[in-house]
């Protein structure tokens, strides 16, 4: 069978005690980067085999590991950070074997965009997830829809296109428009920010940006909605 198993997005204590034992049980690990999967094992004593599973190799290996699986031998599957197949080639991996009817089993345990959502203060009832956007090809149209959702939408970017991210927003969804910028998330230097684009945009532009991004943003319908007056 494959375990999905979640990894910490940065404090390493953020990783389920049946997730440490299903990777020390299992016969190899599949990790996106297994430098960055080692520093992991290496921090709770953990000794199985570590193989690479990444966006340059996925199409070659997926089928050979579904094999390597149907023909007994029981796989974890991690990312470098979060749970795998969001936004993440694992997916390849899981959809292959639920194919040929092979058990895949997923843990549940951290990803990025859930505490960005939560912390951001934003109405997370009803949300749309998107992961990355294109670089180039179908990238504005893509923003258009968004800016159109009645709902919270959550994106995933790059420290480097942070400062263009909230610029393009700005232009699909208003200047006024509530956001919400989460990075390094679980880490020292944490920051988790809800303004106006405009604001965002003042406050990052001003310092040196680094980490993971998440961006939250509030959904048109919210924006439409008559503040209420208080007593």
Not at 46 to 63: G, K
Not at 173 to 197: H, N, P, Q, Y
Request: glycine share 6%; aromatic share 6%; charged share 25%.
């Amino acid at each position: 069978m494959l375990f999905v198993v979640p990894t910490p997005i940065g404090n390493l204590e953020d990783i389920t005690l049946r997730a440490l034992r299903i990777l020390k049980e299992v016969s190899v690990v599949y990790a996106e980067d297994t430098r960055t999967t080692r520093r992991l094992f290496d921090h709770y004593g953990i000794t199985t085999p570590l193989r690479a599973f990444h966006a340059h190799n996925e199409h070659t290996v997926v089928e050979r590991i579904a094999d390597e699986i149907g023909a007994g031998t029981t796989v974890a599957l991690v990312s470098d950070a979060g749970t795998p197949a969001i936004s993440d080639p694992g997916f390849l991996l899981v959809r292959a074997c639920v194919r040929r009817d092979i058990r895949v089993e997923c843990l549940p345990g951290a990803t990025a965009f859930v505490p960005a959502l939560v912390a951001s203060g934003l109405p997370s009832d009803s949300f749309h997830f998107d992961g990355f956007l294109p670089h180039k090809k179908g990238r504005q149209t893509r923003l258009r829809y968004l800016a159109s959702l009645p709902h919270t939408f959550i994106l995933y970017e790059s420290p480097y296109r942070l400062i263009k991210c909230l610029e393009e927003l700005e232009i699909v969804c208003g200047v006024d428009r509530v956001a919400c910028v989460a990075r390094e998330l679980s880490k020292k230097f944490e920051e988790v920010k809800t303004a106006t684009l405009a604001e965002l945009k003042t406050h990052f532009s001003a310092k040196e940006i680094k980490g993971e991004i998440v961006v939250v943003v509030q959904g048109a319908e919210e924006v439409k909605k008559p503040k209420k007056e208080s007593l």
